[in-house]
């Protein structure tokens, strides 16, 4: 039966989308950082061979900095929001990504920009894990996905507000990056106080309480990193390893070099090229609505396999149609729109269904942290790559994202098993905690 030695906690708990509003807001800092921080570097760089301001080479090394840092914080913040607790975690990340914003402003060599970029990336990937479990821990199996994906649609306005930067500031040259990093890392502050109106997972408690009494029931028993090998979990969590990696290490190119593209390949202003990505705003809007009415549904599968198939054509529209403005916007209007049902959001879901409290964080984090440290090097020499094949580096990433996408179908196509179903039954005794968990419902 259903264990839970502290049903009041859930009465005092704030609502589910209050909830994933101040949560979810993990994903528009990551979104306005990730995508505010390749504009920004552009803006930063030489414009003639001895000037000042960052090189080619630099850049990439700086968004690989970047991408590794999200990793690193990601495999350690999602273990620690599994060991000591969701709150603590996702209060000290928003600090670091606060503190790092603050670089730029004490000058914008590579030098001084490196360990602050570094720090952002830390604290942006130790923030999502903690932040999407409590998400999911907060709500209910009618809720949940559509939560979740409101969630990563906030990472759209982080997007939105960085291109909108790029439109108005984008010709100030190095200051319109130093108000790029301003501008999220003031939002990061408001989302810093915001986070103190909400208490710990009161399923994490439970969890903590269960363990520490003794009480065997899955939540408090699967805790170890060895569990992730065995039965329910072990499926699940190859798949979501391999197909995310895949499918980030095609989205990263046009993601974080999108502008680079716009500017070194096409000979596209930034501020030109900002403004007409406008158009993939109501296209990310659109698909996540979208998605959130099938994301609880038994449709969403369908969606997935139509939106992959999306992202793959839209990113061989500029190798068919030359590397021109039009292309490119088709390019991202097209694989934002399609990636709402294939990438991001529809990970997230998988991730928080598969696995129970004590490794939930924990595996959200480990997901993350692979496919970040696989396209932090892709990121290092991705400038090098785009200046010599343009068209090859997109037919090989929409290979990639191929591939990644046809994994993740093989992994989910006929999972109907939730552990928030049965993460609260009892263990039968201790040798239990060495068998695969009960894969019944749980009762009320």
Known sequence: MRHDPHPSRLSRAPHA????????????????????????????????????????DQIGLLTGVLTAGVAVGSLVGGRLGDRLGRRRVFLVTMALIVVGSLTPFFGVSFEILLPGIALIGLGVGADLPVALATISEAATDRNRGKILVFSNLLGGFGILMAVLIGIFY???????????FGAFGGIGLVVLALRLTIPESAIWLAARDERRAGVQTVRAERTRLRDFGRTPYRRPFVTLLVYYTLASLAISVAGSFGTFVAVNVAGIPV????????????????????????????????????????VVVANLVPVVFGFTLPALIVSVVGSTFAGAFCFETIMKVW?????????????????????????????????????????????????????????????????TRSSFDVESELVADASATDRPAPATPATA
């Open 170 to 180: 984008g010709s100030l040259g190095p200051v319109g990056g130093q108000i790029m």
């Open 17 to 56: 989308w209050w909830v994933g509003f101040v949560c979810g807001m993990a994903t528009f800092v990551d979104t306005a950082a990730t995508t505010g921080i390749a504009v920004a570097l552009v803006l930063f760089q030489s414009m003639a061979p001895g000037a000042p301001g960052l090189t080619p």
């Open 271 to 310: 501020n030109e090229y900002q403004g007409w990505t406008l158009l993939a705003m109501p296209a990310a809007i659109v698909g996540a609505v979208w998605f959130m009415s099938v994301a609880d549904t038994r449709f969403r599968m369908n969606w997935f396999v139509i939106g992959a198939v999306g």
């Open 351 to 415: 991730t928080q269904e598969s696995f129970p409290t004590m490794m939930r964080s924990t595996a959200q984090g480990t997901i993350y942290a692979v496919a970040r440290f696989a396209t932090a090097g892709l990121n290092v020499v991705t400038p090098a790559l785009l200046a010599l094949n343009p068209s090859g580096v997109y037919v090989g990433v929409s290979i990639v994202a191929a591939l990644g996408f046809l994994i993740g179908w093989i992994g989910f196509r006929r999972a």
